[in-house]
């Protein structure tokens, strides 16, 4: 049982590239989600999926995009990569069902510099 | 909006000591609240979860309490080693499991 697989683990960007961070989870969880974690600060909710077909923003989207067509998979797409999205990047998954709710499960992160 | 902080922010301890960490949250409408270790460079470890209706989770030598009216919860390590040492992390599960949102951690050492 793998988890939540985050590939790649390491990347770095130059000032206006583009790239996607993989995320992958086998518990078939219906939520996922991506964090950004800066030096100091707790992780902070960029955008979530409460099912395939299903995104929503959360608190920092600006410069990223996400799809989900599968329960399996929840992708991060950066644009046009600016130095102030180096960071690392988690990628979690959780089930929420009627009744019952899981704990949340983390991926390894990407860590990203942009230069 | 749900804010968390996490005191303190650094603990050095001898080993064996018992220790508190501690996680306030401002809105206590919460569905849960989960306990986390970070390592360094690592990701997030979840240690134990606290549903809104339960108040405290033990397991081996972490206990971890919930009082949701004070808005508040507790992490304690007995007997701490130094594979202890890590960052810990409170997060908040909202009433719609659509964000955990995370405190920014404590960091903590156990000295040999």
């Known amino acids: 049982n793998a988890g939540v697989t985050q590939t790649p683990k390491f990347r770095i960007l130059k000032i206006g590239q583009s790239m996607t961070l993989q995320c992958a989870q086998d518990m078939n969880h219906n939520y996922m989600y991506w964090y950004r974690q800066d030096p100091g600060m707790g992780l902070k909710l960029i955008y979530y999926s409460v099912g395939a077909g299903i995104t929503d923003k959360g608190e920092v989207p600006n410069g990223y995009n996400v799809s989900r067509s599968t329960t399996e998979y929840f992708p991060l797409r950066l644009e046009l990569a600016a130095p102030s999205q180096t960071s690392v990047y988690f990628c979690?998954?959780?089930?929420?069902?009627?009744?019952?709710?899981?704990?949340?499960?983390f991926g390894q992160g990407t860590r990203l510099t942009v230069v | 909006k749900q804010e968390v902080t996490q005191i303190p922010a650094a603990l050095s301890v001898p080993e064996g000591e018992n220790l508190v960490l501690n996680c306030s949250f401002t809105?206590?409408?919460?569905?849960?609240l989960q306990w986390f270790r970070q390592d360094p460079g690592k990701g997030l470890t979840s240690l134990l979860l606290?549903?809104?209706?339960?108040r405290e989770q033990t397991s081996g030598r972490l206990n971890a309490s919930l009082d949701k009216s004070s808005g508040r919860s507790t992490l304690y390590i007995a007997a701490s080693q130094p594979g202890d040492s890590a960052t810990y992390l409170c997060a908040v599960g909202d009433n719609y499991g659509q964000n955990f949102v995370f405190g920014p951690g404590t960091r903590l050492s156990v000295l040999p």
């Open positions: 809105d206590s409408a919460i569905y849960n």
């Open positions: 606290i549903q809104s209706s339960q």
């Open positions: 979690a998954s959780s089930y929420s069902g009627v009744g019952r709710r899981t704990e949340a499960f």
